[in-house]
Nanobody
Framework: VQLQASGGGLVQPGGSLRLACAAS????????MGWYRQAPGKQRELVAD???????NYADSVKGRFTISRDNGGNTVYLQMNSLKPEDTAVYYC?????????WGQGTQVTVSS
């Protein structure tokens, strides 16, 4: 299984970015895809995840601002980030959990700064 993340960049406070993560390889029908982030000097934390059944889960810090979704095929997960704040600055990682195994994608840098 491989995860390819894209969409990071530099944005001003209040701006928006959309991250995408495409999964390839042996993807099972029942799985959980999500986004984590890690800021300098901090532990990696869950941002949002979305199960194959459609249930979403968000960190309190991003509720109402970020939206996680999947494409119709289910193998690409998106993270729409609106009203970005400087504290959202971090490396964002996508993650796939299935059948007891987890796979990480490469990180993509998101920087929110004026």
């Amino acid at each position: 299984v491989q995860l390819q993340a894209s969409g990071g960049g530099l944005v001003q406070p209040g701006g928006s970015l959309r991250l995408a993560c495409a999964a390839s390889g042996s993807i099972f029908q029942i799985n959980l895809m999500g986004w984590y982030r890690q800021a300098p000097g901090k532990q990696r934390e869950l941002v949002a995840d979305l199960g194959s059944g459609g249930i979403t889960n968000y960190a309190d810090s991003v509720k109402g601002r970020f939206t996680i979704s999947r494409d119709n095929g289910g193998n690409t997960v998106y993270l729409q980030m609106n009203s970005l704040k400087p504290e959202d600055t971090a490396v964002y990682y996508c993650h796939l959990a299935q059948r007891g195994y987890g796979t990480w994608g490469q990180g993509t840098q998101v920087t929110v700064s004026s």
